[in-house]
């Protein structure tokens, strides 16, 4: 049984406790937050009470003897708490980002060499049914080889989640705003189509929270990659949540991926529609439904000795081209 304890019990920490009871080899015995009663609340809600709780990370693992660490806490201590479950001789399942900076993230990389242990990132969306399919699709030459996309994500947060958070809306500690945490998924998933960028423009804006904020609500950037040129659009501004939307455009026809939905347009008139079958939802429904699948890939490639998808390697792409969108807009502003 491996034994798996979560550090920061807030929000999203319950997709991963949830997530964690559906695997049958896995046992949640440890939950830490510096507000202790939320650990408390967590071992009562998914296991009756008989987890361990715990003040710190610290404290959870020298009383612990535990196999895989799950952090979720605030953006700044991903990498300090990572870094130091490593040195425990636990493995890593981190929420995003894995860093906010280039250094932290070479830290990270040296840390994982060094112990000789895995980390693996929460980036579920590369999960969903409908990446899957496009990526079957693509494999198949559906629409031959992409030479366009185009990404928009519109959701909203208002004052209210950047006050009632503590460390939200700082570049110091959320090391970003609707770029490294909203939309950081989106940006990987070009990647994961498109392959690593060659060079980008960007320009990011505060439009709806001045005062609020330090961090971008609106961020925009032109990429190009290898064999494509990508535009995306990303910002928290907008009056509701929406399905985000990306589309791969390609010498034979197009493809745009849509909430559960799949549609293809091809240059002589065909056109498909894939509708696809959500899963169970864990939080909100346009985080995507794969977070199960994500993180039952990590426990199933850790126990039969596989490369894992979402390994810390795998991420180094998506990472350098976000630091490459700030640093664009830094300078334009």
């Known amino acids: 049984m491996v034994k798996v304890g979560i550090v920061g019990c807030g929000g999203i920490a ?97 840390a994982e060499l060094q112990w000789g242990k895995e980390i693996g990132v929460c980036f579920q969306n590369r999960y969903n049914e409908t990446t899957k399919k496009a990526d079957e699709l693509l494999i198949q030459g559906k629409i031959g080889t992409v030479r366009a996309a185009r990404a928009f994500v519109t959701w909203n947060r208002t004052a209210d989640y950047y006050k009632k958070s503590g460390w939200r809306g700082s570049w110091e500690t959320e090391g970003g705003g609707a770029l490294i945490n909203q939309s950081i998924h989106t940006l990987d998933l070009l990647v994961h189509f498109l392959g690593k960028h060659r060079q980008v423009e960007a320009s990011m804006a505060n439009h709806h929270l001045k005062g609020v904020i330090e961090v971008e609500d609106t961020v925009e950037a032109y990429i190009s990659f290898e064999k494509a040129v990508g535009c995306f659009y990303a910002t928290t501004a907008y009056g509701a949540d929406r399905p985000v939307l990306i589309e791969l455009e390609g010498e034979k026809g197009r493809m745009r991926l849509e909430d559960t939905k799949l549609y293809v347009s091809m240059a002589d008139g065909e056109e498909e529609e894939y509708s696809l079958k959500r899963r169970e939802i864990f939080g909100k429904s346009y985080w995507g439904d794969g977070h199960q699948a994500c993180i039952s890939d990590f426990y199933r490639c850790r126990r039969q000795g596989l490369p894992y998808q979402n390994s810390l390697e795998s991420t180094a792409a998506t990472f350098e081209l976000m630091m490459d969108i700030y640093e664009s807009a830094k300078k334009i502003k």
């Open 14 to 110: 319950g997709n991963h406790a949830r997530a964690l009871q559906n695997i049958d080899d896995v046992s949640l015995s440890a939950f830490a937050d510096i507000r202790r009663e939320r650990a408390q609340t967590f071992s009562q809600v998914y296991r009756e009470g008989k987890a361990g709780v715990y003040g710190s990370l610290e404290e959870m693992l020298d009383q612990e003897n535990l196999d895989v660490v799950h952090v979720c806490t605030p953006h700044y201590l991903h990498v300090p708490m990572t870094v130091l479950a490593l040195k425990k001789g636990c493995d890593v399942f981190m929420e995003k980002p894995p860093a906010i900076s280039r250094e932290q993230f070479q830290a990270l990389t040296e």
